[in-house]
C-alpha cells in the first residue's frame, strides 16, 4: 500500500484544513488508517484512527472536538477535517495503514506511512 497525503498549508490560528491521504491499492477497506503528526523537536504522535468500515473512530484528547477523521473506501481515501487550529497543531502530519486498528492507536508497528503534509497555524 502506498499513501500520498495532501492539503496542508499555512493557516491562521482558528482556521480550518481537510487533509487527505490517497492509498493505492485494491486492499484499502481491508485496512484501518490513522494520522499521526510529528512537530519540530518532538516525537511523532497519535493523532486519530479510523476502523476498516469506517463506524469506529479515535482521537487524541488534545484534538478532540476538533479534528475529525472518516474514509471513503470506494475512493481509496482517508480525511482528516482540522477545524479550531491552534499553534500547537503545528506539525507535519503523515497517515498510516494497517491491518489492526490497535496498533494505529498504539502507535507501534504500523504496516504503512504515507509521507507528510506540513500544517503551519499562524497566530
Known amino acids: 500500500v502506498q499513501l500520498q497525503a495532501s492539503g496542508g498549508g499555512l493557516v491562521q490560528a482558528g482556521g480550518s484544513l481537510r487533509l487527505s491521504c490517497a492509498a493505492s491499492g485494491r486492499t484499502f477497506n481491508t485496512y484501518a488508517m490513522g494520522w499521526f503528526r510529528q512537530a519540530p523537536g518532538k516525537e511523532r504522535e497519535f493523532v486519530a484512527a479510523i476502523s476498516r468500515s469506517g463506524s469506529s473512530t479515535y482521537y487524541a484528547d488534545s484534538v478532540k472536538g476538533r479534528f475529525t477523521i472518516s474514509r471513503e473506501n470506494a475512493k481509496n481515501t482517508v480525511y482528516l477535517l482540522v477545524n479550531s487550529l491552534k499553534s500547537e497543531d503545528t506539525a507535519v502530519y503523515y497517515c498510516?495503514?494497517?491491518?489492526?486498528?490497535?496498533?494505529?492507536?498504539?502507535?507501534?508497528?504500523?504496516?504503512?506511512w504515507g509521507k507528510g503534509t506540513q500544517v503551519t497555524v499562524s497566530s
Open positions: 498510516a495503514a494497517d491491518l489492526y486498528l490497535s496498533d494505529l492507536r498504539a502507535g507501534n508497528a504500523v504496516d504503512y
